[in-house]
């Protein structure tokens, strides 16, 4: 086995098998069509996306390419950003303000009837509401929210609690997990930046394909050595011997801990394996992280 090159040193062939497109998903199709076509665009045989979005709403969709997408789980839980139009129904109420703050918090939501999952009740958080602009009965909203929020029901429900009705307007995400919409791409500059890299100009595309750990950075590491690496490739989990040292994320503080998912890359960064940490990292034998993803 050969272990990938560190992620700021790979090739093109390299970074398509195993990247990251921040891509600015258009209206029209569904995340899942956007998929496809970037599969076809890059010669990969599979990919996969950061979070479904319905045909009509646009933004933050991160894609990832060949061996990258057996991590998409890493945005099952991944905080979400959304700007969207609330349509009032009536004019607004003079406590307007104070009746979408209200919403900031743990709420309860089930899911519409033309969701793909089951309609039961649930909660989702509301990290942050906030009312950007307002013009007559529409409201320029802000929301960071639980993965799985539905924003149409929550635009409902602020409607219900005004006392005048409401539905939502446009809708736009703005962010999922760490990656957000002031890095995006568009298709057509994917497409571009392929058809350059073809003419010996990889400058765009090295841009917009970022390498696979960029999707990482939110989550604890476990430095491992290439001998480890090579066994975990063949399935076996990491063992204390195998491990040269632990650290917190790349963005953020998250820091390992007993039951916490990790990444375990090489010395040089390149990324390993996704994995649950279940042992002392600091002793000189035992089990220390069970597989949950290969990635090598």
């Not at 390992?256 to 010395?267: F, I, L, N």
Request: charged content about 25%; some cysteine.
């Amino acid at each position: 086995m050969t272990l990938r090159a560190p992620p700021d040193d790979r090739d093109l062939d390299s970074l398509r098998s195993f990247g990251v497109v921040n891509l600015d998903k258009p209206p029209g199709p569904s995340a899942h069509q956007v998929a496809a076509w970037i599969r076809d665009a890059t010669g990969q045989n599979r990919v996969a996306h950061g979070g479904t979005l319905d045909p009509k709403v646009t933004g933050c969709l991160p894609v990832l390419l060949g061996d990258a997408a057996r991590m998409a789980q890493v945005f099952d839980d991944a905080v979400k950003e959304y700007v969207t139009v609330l349509e009032l129904h009536d004019q607004a109420p003079a406590d307007i303000t104070d009746i979408v703050a209200e919403f900031e918090t743990e709420i309860y939501q089930k899911p519409p009837r033309k969701s793909a999952v089951k309609r039961q009740l649930r909660s989702r958080r509301i990290h942050a509401l906030d009312i950007l602009e307002q013009a007559e009965r529409r409201l320029l909203l802000r929301v960071r929210c639980a993965s799985g929020t539905y924003i149409r029901k929550l635009c409902h429900d602020i409607g219900l609690a005004a006392g005048t009705g409401a539905h939502m307007g446009d809708l736009r995400r703005t962010a999922t997990g760490t990656f957000d919409d002031t890095s995006l791409s568009t298709m057509h500059d994917l497409v571009d930046a392929l058809a350059f890299a073809d003419e010996g100009d990889e400058g765009k595309l090295r841009e917009i394909i970022q390498p696979a750990e960029r999707a990482l950075v939110h989550l604890p590491r476990v430095t491992i050595a290439p001998s480890a690496a090579r066994e975990v490739e063949d399935g076996a989990p990491v063992y204390a011997p195998g491990v040269i040292e632990t650290g917190p994320a790349e963005a953020g503080d998250a820091t390992p801990e007993t039951g916490s998912q990790v990444v375990c890359v090489t010395p040089d960064g390149a990324a390993v394996c996704l994995g649950t940490l279940v042992g002392d990292p600091d002793a000189d034998s035992g089990l220390v992280v069970e597989l949950d993803r290969v990635l090598v």
